[in-house]
């Protein structure tokens, strides 16, 4: 059984910063993927960044330069951070952590709402 549980989100001005958290706890074996997508009103759900097993990172366009993910593996929680940057009003989403353990794995966070007013 996976836990994915996220925290930090809220409400903030256009140019403000937010740091999102994903800490992820039980049978976690090894990581294949982690990632934080985003699911604004009326539209789909789109990957916004992702970290590897290996750290590698990858970004959207729409955020590349702004946002930073980042993942710190502890004993039994790993946590993924996003650190957001220059935030603007088209940000304004549920933002969801994800976690493949494997291939085949994939579990959802229950979502933090982020909302940036102009």
């Known amino acids: 059984q996976v836990q994915l549980v996220e925290s930090g989100g809220g409400l903030v001005q256009a140019g403000g910063s937010l740091r999102l958290s994903c800490a992820a706890s039980?049978?976690?074996?090894?990581?294949?993927?982690m990632g934080w997508y985003r699911q604004a009103p009326g539209k789909q759900r789109e990957l916004v960044a992702a970290?590897?097993?290996?750290?590698?990172?990858?970004?959207a366009d729409s955020v590349k330069g702004r946002f930073t993910i980042s993942r710190d593996n502890a004993k039994n929680t790993i946590t993924m951070y996003l650190q957001m940057n220059s935030l603007k009003p088209e940000d304004t989403a549920v933002y969801y952590c994800?976690?493949?353990?494997?291939?085949?794995?994939?579990?959802w966070g229950q979502g933090t709402q982020v909302t940036v007013s102009s």
């Open positions: 039980g049978s976690i074996f090894s990581i294949h993927f």
């Open positions: 970290i590897t097993g290996d750290g590698s990172t990858n970004y």
């Open positions: 994800n976690l493949k353990p494997t291939w085949y794995q994939n579990y």
